[in-house]
Every structure is written in structure tokens, then in C-alpha cells.
Nanobody, 126 residues
Framework: QVQLEESGGGLVQAGGSLRLSCAASGHTRSACLMGWFRQAPGKEREFVATILCGGGNAGYGDSVKGRFTISRDNAKNTVYLQMNSLEPGDTAVYYC???????????????????WGRGTQVTVSS
């Protein structure tokens, strides 16, 4: 089992920045793929970013490319999401996810992940 706890959400004005953190505990070596997803009211869960186990490769959803950066500190079992140039459309609950090592397209979807945090709210005001 892997436990995930997000932090860093909040209210920010458009154009501002936030950094989300996700601390992992438990059997983290079995679920080293880390990702961020978000879900706005009435919408499906949306892929935001993923980072592979080694930390050298990352992928992003089209709506956040160039604005968000995912990174990880394996010594701390923590993954981060730096969010810049935030827009009202970024308002959502952001979820951290962990899954087994993989290079398939599944890592861009929720089904590529086995463990989920409870989420942290990000609200961007216009």
C-alpha cells in the first residue's frame, strides 16, 4: 500500500503561482510512477502531468504545457507541481497519484495509477 498526501492548494489571482506537494509513504518502490490529475465540478478527471520513476522524463496535458512543471525528490518521496501563469480555468481539485513503473499510454490516464491522494483545492480568481 502507498499513502499520498497533497498540500499547497489555495486561492490565487489569475497570473499567480502555486506549488503543490505530494508526500508518499508506504511501499513507494512498488508505485514509483507519479502523476497529477485535476477535476473541476461537473467535469471528468483530467490528466495534468506525470513523471517517470527515475525523474528524468515528464509529460504534460496540453492545457498546462509551458506553465506547469512536475518534479520529484526521491530521497524525500515527494513530488511537486509548480504552477505558473494560473488561469481561472485551472480551478479544480488537484489529485496526486502513484502507480507501477510503466511506459505505456496508460500513464496519461487515471487507469495507469493505483493509488490516489484525497486532493487539494486550487481556486484561481479572475
Amino acid at each position: 500500500q502507498v499513502q499520498l498526501e497533497e498540500s499547497g492548494g489555495g486561492l490565487v489571482q489569475a497570473g499567480g503561482s502555486l506549488r503543490l506537494s505530494c508526500a508518499a509513504s508506504g511501499h513507494t518502490r512498488s508505485a514509483c510512477l507519479m502523476g497529477w490529475f485535476r477535476q473541476a465540478p461537473g467535469k471528468e478527471r483530467e490528466f495534468v502531468a506525470t513523471i517517470l520513476c527515475g525523474g528524468g522524463n515528464a509529460g504534460y496535458g496540453d492545457s498546462v504545457k509551458g506553465r506547469f512543471t512536475i518534479s520529484r525528490d526521491n530521497a524525500k518521496n515527494t513530488v511537486y507541481l509548480q504552477m505558473n501563469s494560473l488561469e481561472p480555468g485551472d480551478t479544480a481539485v488537484y489529485y496526486c497519484a502513484a502507480g507501477p513503473k510503466s511506459l505505456t499510454q496508460a500513464i496519461l490516464t487515471p487507469r495507469g495509477y493505483s493509488y490516489w491522494g484525497r486532493g487539494t483545492q486550487v481556486t484561481v480568481s479572475s
